[in-house]
């Protein structure tokens, strides 16, 4: 849809303390890590939930779609835009309002980065308890409409579960509030979790009452070879299982794609043990790096012959601990390497992840020989990110390539979307792999509402 030369001068007589972007500013800002987020005819940044709700009512009255953005680092189309919409940038929100030692809780804003409240919450000896490669621009809100997991949510679940209270905008401007601090509440039906995972789609997150935990002290690192995430999940068990032990990660990587980043990287992979075809990188916490490097050497000898580990190495500083997670973490490196490359993240129950991996590697070639995917992610909860070795394939390859990593994943009891959300991008993979029945219930919801489909239209489900 087109919209009228005047908005931006309606939208600064409307909400004059609200920062106002046209679409000249948006070209030459930076859109995140999609280059379709910038696409809106203007982007409005509220400067409090009242703004929000008059931006909201705004676009109601006018019929102007309004996308909500947070730190602009969705890997699913979420907060893409297109010419005839309006942003809704939450960055002006971005201030930890409260932290509560007693309670271990958080009052947190929903534009506000997760670094920033990791930093806040650790004055304290706390920590949300989740944490993200992208921890310095990923925020709040758009954690919690993407349900964020994570390199800890094998310990303490996704947002979903760190979530005690939510205040957000619905589609007709009212405050949605229920800002509660306990964990313990049965008053009726739990609305707030309607907005989690939603992706903007039913209301517009603008503060968070959050669980927090202790802060885990020190840490040490170590990466080992096995055979395969059997193997690599019986040394994972052994440590979880051990007294007194504090597993914080357990991210596993295959070896295509842990031999790519290293390159990419220019490390040096005669010191880190590359040569297994998969790797585990691990960091056990304890009161000191000492008590943590101890604890992490004798579990591991105590399960090395019994798991199969073929390799490893314990860090034996914090330079080599930050190699490690380079390895793991600077996954753009298959980015730079590929223009455009499809890029997935499923969720695979434990017992089933070595098959799926033999199995979608097999479907890949049978597709085009060359084919090859990356593999990495969180071992603990099943979570991995997959990359395919090619350019951007066109649409029937893509979809030839979803079919092969998809099919059957529900039945085993698998997600083909684990932490990434629907957007856009995977609408089309929802509509063909989703229940039907959740579908229907979900578009039901979003018309009862967002009766004129306002808020993000065409992400995750759209009218009949």
Same mark, same amino acid.
């Given at each position: 849809?087109?919209?009228?030369?005047?908005?931006?001068?309606?939208?600064?007589?409307?909400?004059?303390?609200?920062?106002?972007?046209?679409? @000249?500013?948006?070209?030459?800002?930076?859109?995140?890590?999609?280059?379709?987020?910038?696409?809106?005819?203007?982007?409005?940044?509220?400067?409090?939930?009242?703004?929000?709700?008059?931006?909201?009512?705004?676009?109601?009255?006018?019929?102007?779609?309004?996308?909500?953005?947070?730190?602009?680092?969705?890997?699913?189309?979420?907060?893409?835009?297109?010419?005839?919409?309006?942003?809704?940038?939450? !960055?002006?929100?971005?201030?930890?309002?409260?932290? @509560?030692?007693?309670?271990?809780?958080?009052?947190?804003?929903?534009?506000?980065?997760?670094?920033?409240?990791?930093?806040?919450?650790?004055? $304290?000896?706390?920590?949300?308890?989740?944490?993200?490669?992208?921890?310095?621009?990923?925020?709040?809100?758009?954690?919690?409409?993407?349900?964020?997991?994570?390199?800890?949510?094998?310990?303490?679940?996704?947002?979903?579960?760190?979530?005690?209270?939510?205040?957000?905008?619905?589609? @007709?401007?009212?405050?949605?509030?229920?800002?509660?601090?306990?964990?313990?509440?049965?008053?009726?039906?739990?609305?707030?979790?309607?907005?989690?995972?939603?992706?903007?789609?039913?209301?517009?997150?603008?503060?968070?009452?959050?669980?927090?935990?202790?802060?885990?002290?020190?840490?040490?690192?170590?990466?080992? +070879?096995?055979?395969?995430?059997?193997?690599?999940?019986?040394?994972?068990?052994?440590?979880?299982?051990?007294?007194?032990?504090?597993?914080?990660?357990?991210?596993?990587?295959?070896?295509?794609?842990?031999?790519?980043?290293?390159?990419?990287?220019?490390?040096?992979?005669?010191?880190?043990?590359?040569?297994?075809?998969?790797?585990?990188?691990? =960091?056990?916490?304890?009161?000191?790096? =000492?008590?943590?490097?101890?604890?992490?050497?004798?579990?591991?000898?105590?399960?090395?012959?019994?798991?199969?580990?073929?390799?490893?190495?314990?860090?034996?500083?914090?330079?080599?601990?930050?190699?490690?997670?380079?390895?793991?973490?600077?996954?753009?490196?298959?980015?730079?390497?590929?223009?455009?490359?499809?890029?997935?993240?499923?969720?695979?129950?434990?017992?089933?992840?070595?098959?799926?991996?033999?199995?979608?590697?097999?479907?890949?070639?049978?597709?085009?020989?060359?084919?090859?995917?990356?593999?990495? +992610?969180?071992?603990? @909860?099943?979570?991995? $990110?997959?990359?395919?070795?090619?350019?951007?394939?066109?649409?029937?390859?893509?979809?030839?390539?979803?079919?092969?990593?998809?099919?059957?994943?529900?039945?085993?009891?698998?997600?083909?979307?684990?932490?990434?959300?629907? !957007?856009?991008?995977?609408?089309?993979?929802?509509?063909?792999?989703?229940?039907?029945?959740?579908?229907?219930?979900?578009?039901?919801?979003?018309?009862?509402?967002?009766?004129?489909?306002?808020?993000?239209?065409?992400?995750?489900?759209?009218?009949?």
């Amino acid at each position: 849809m087109s919209v009228r030369s005047d908005l931006l001068s309606e939208l600064r007589g409307a909400l004059p303390d609200a920062t106002i972007w046209g679409r @000249d500013e948006l070209a030459v800002r930076d859109p995140g890590f999609d280059g379709r987020n910038f696409g809106a005819a203007a982007l409005v940044r509220p400067a409090d939930v009242g703004s929000v709700s008059a931006l909201v009512r705004f676009c109601l009255e006018r019929g102007i779609p309004l996308v909500p953005q947070g730190g602009r680092t969705g890997l699913a189309g979420g907060a893409a835009t297109v010419s005839g919409q309006i942003i809704c940038d939450l !960055g002006a929100m971005n201030r930890v309002e409260e932290i @509560d030692r007693l309670g271990r809780v958080a009052i947190v804003q929903a534009g506000t980065p997760l670094a920033v409240l990791q930093e806040a919450a650790a004055v $304290h000896g706390l920590d949300p308890g989740i944490d993200l490669a992208s921890r310095g621009s990923c925020t709040i809100g758009g954690m919690i409409s993407t349900n964020a997991g994570g390199i800890m949510a094998f310990r303490n679940g996704t947002m979903r579960h760190r979530l005690l209270g939510l205040e957000a905008v619905l589609p @007709d401007g009212r405050v949605f509030s229920d800002l509660t601090r306990v964990l313990k509440t049965s008053a009726g039906y739990d609305l707030k979790h309607l907005f989690v995972g939603a992706e903007g789609t039913l209301g517009i997150v603008t503060r968070a009452v959050l669980r927090l935990e202790p802060l885990g002290g020190a840490s040490a690192t170590a990466l080992i +070879g096995t055979n395969d995430a059997a193997s690599a999940q019986r040394v994972v068990s052994h440590l979880l299982a051990m007294p007194g032990a504090n597993l914080r990660a357990a991210e596993i990587m295959w070896r295509d794609f842990a031999v790519a980043v290293a390159g990419m990287l220019g490390l040096d992979s005669g010191r880190l043990p590359l040569g297994s075809p998969c790797l585990l990188a691990l =960091e056990l916490g304890a009161a000191t790096v =000492e008590e943590a490097t101890s604890a992490l050497e004798e579990g591991l000898s105590s399960i090395w012959e019994e798991a199969g580990v073929l390799d490893g190495l314990v860090a034996a500083s914090m330079e080599q601990a930050r190699t490690i997670w380079r390895l793991r973490e600077e996954t753009e490196q298959i980015e730079r390497m590929h223009s455009h490359p499809p890029s997935f993240d499923v969720s695979v129950p434990a017992a089933a992840i070595d098959g799926y991996v033999a199995r979608i590697t097999d479907g890949l070639l049978g597709i085009d020989k060359g084919y090859a995917p990356y593999v990495f +992610g969180h071992l603990a @909860d099943g979570n991995l $990110h997959i990359s395919v070795n090619t350019d951007s394939p066109s649409p029937e390859r893509y979809r030839a390539i979803e079919d092969v990593l998809y099919t059957g994943l529900g039945e085993i009891g698998g997600s083909f979307s684990a932490e990434h959300g629907v !957007g856009l991008d995977k609408r089309s993979a929802y509509e063909r792999y989703g229940d039907p029945v959740k579908q229907d219930l979900a578009r039901a919801i979003k018309a009862c509402l967002d009766r004129k489909w306002v808020l993000n239209p065409d992400k995750i489900v759209t009218p009949v």
